[in-house]
């Protein structure tokens, strides 16, 4: 099975800022890399598919790069809405493996 | 619109089965695999299995070969997923989420069931 590794496993920031989350996959996965978000109490929502292509109504300040085994998940001008937790999905393979996920919250 | 509901909490003992369904409009239901995926208190997301509306194949991640059944029942484009032999660890929020293939180099879960809330308790 391929493993996903996310870093941070959380982190803080303010209102406005940048931030980054890396996902590392444990053997190359070409560019076949999706992004989701969860809030509390509430299923995923997909932000980022093929590593970098925005889904549709997502905010322009989201953004992906990557391929091979790096991929970065980027929040320009973080907004209220923002924080929350990230997940990274391989679909390169069976299983469908999901990073361990990265919690965005307030400093 | 999309939409997938699924079914209530659950409640059960150790050892029980639990069936949980996700009932799908909005689309052709044959045309997009159905994944499971669960999330255990304070966790994160556990990928468990798809299955194939079309012709109702299924694929499992080994830890659940064996305890896990997918179905549906395209009469009702409904796809339901079973966990049998349960165990205090299988508490978790079970979620069917709708996989999307654009282009054959991508592929997605853009729609996701509200999610099922299992207690195994005793």
């Known amino acids: 099975d391929i493993q996903m590794t996310q870093s941070p496993s959380s982190l803080s920031a303010s209102v406005g800022d940048r931030v980054t989350i890396t996902c590392r996959a444990s053997?190359?996965?070409?560019?076949?890399l999706n992004w989701y978000q969860q809030k509390p109490g509430k299923a995923p929502k997909l932000l980022i598919f093929?590593?970098?292509t925005l889904q549709s109504g997502v905010p322009s300040r989201f953004s992906g790069s990557g391929s091979g085994t790096d991929f970065t998940l980027a929040i320009s001008n973080l907004q209220p809405e923002d924080f929350a937790t990230y997940y990274c999905q391989h679909y390169y393979t069976l299983p469908r493996t999901f990073g361990q996920g990265t919690k965005l919250e307030i400093k | 619109q999309v939409q997938l509901v699924q079914s209530g909490a659950e409640v059960r003992k150790p050892g029980a089965s639990v069936k949980v369904s996700c009932k799908a409009s909005g689309y052709r239901f044959t045309g997009h695999y159905m994944h499971w995926v669960r999330q255990a208190p304070g966790q994160g997301l556990e990928w468990m299995g798809r299955t194939n509306p079309n012709n109702g194949d299924t694929d499992l991640a080994q830890k659940f070969q064996g305890r896990v059944t997918m179905t549906r029942d395209t009469s009702i484009n409904t796809a339901d997923m079973e966990l049998t032999s349960l165990r205090i660890d299988d508490t978790a929020v079970y979620y069917c989420?709708?996989?999307?293939?654009?282009?054959?180099?991508?592929?997605?879960?853009?729609?996701w069931g509200q999610g099922t809330l299992v207690t195994v308790a005793s």
């Open positions: 093929a590593a970098s």
């Open positions: 989420a709708r996989e999307m293939q654009v282009t054959s180099v991508t592929a997605f879960l853009d729609f």
């Open positions: 053997q190359t996965i070409n560019t076949y």
